[in-house]
């Protein structure tokens, strides 16, 4: 069973950083796509960034180019997914979700610089940044 486990969230005044990590289990492959999204209050959720696992293409948001980082790390056999966000600005607050999907569609997605659709979903981290 997929679980994907998200931390690092808090609270931080506009122009500081914070680092989301996500931990993935219950999966063997070693191509997939796994992403960020977010959801502000009274909004629909919308992607973060997203990245190709195992071949490197990654998508972000218009709002957040330059100011986030979307990585990864598989050693220690841990599947680990960051999100190192700076410069951090009032409209960044939310619930931040890690998402994973193992279909080739979405890796042909992120091939075409788009956001896939994804079908396994952490519970969220709250992220709060006041000005």
């Known amino acids: 069973q997929v679980q994907l486990l998200e931390s690092g969230g808090g609270s931080v005044q506009a122009g500081g950083s914070l680092r989301l990590s996500c931990v993935a289990s219950?999966?063997?492959?070693?191509?997939?796509?796994m992403a960020w999204f977010r959801q502000a209050p009274g909004k629909e959720r919308e992607g973060v960034a997203a990245l190709w696992i195992g071949g490197g293409s990654s998508v972000y948001a218009d709002s957040v180019k330059g100011r986030f980082t979307i990585s990864q790390d598989n050693t220690n056999k841990k599947k680990t997914l960051y999100l190192q966000m700076d410069t951090l600005k009032p409209e960044d607050t939310g619930v931040y979700y890690c998402a994973a999907d193992f279909a080739m569609s979405a890796i042909d997605a992120l091939i075409a610089h788009r956001f896939p659709e994804f079908r396994h979903w952490g519970q969220g981290t709250q992220v709060n940044v006041s000005s």
């Open positions: 219950g999966f063997t492959y070693t191509q997939y796509s």
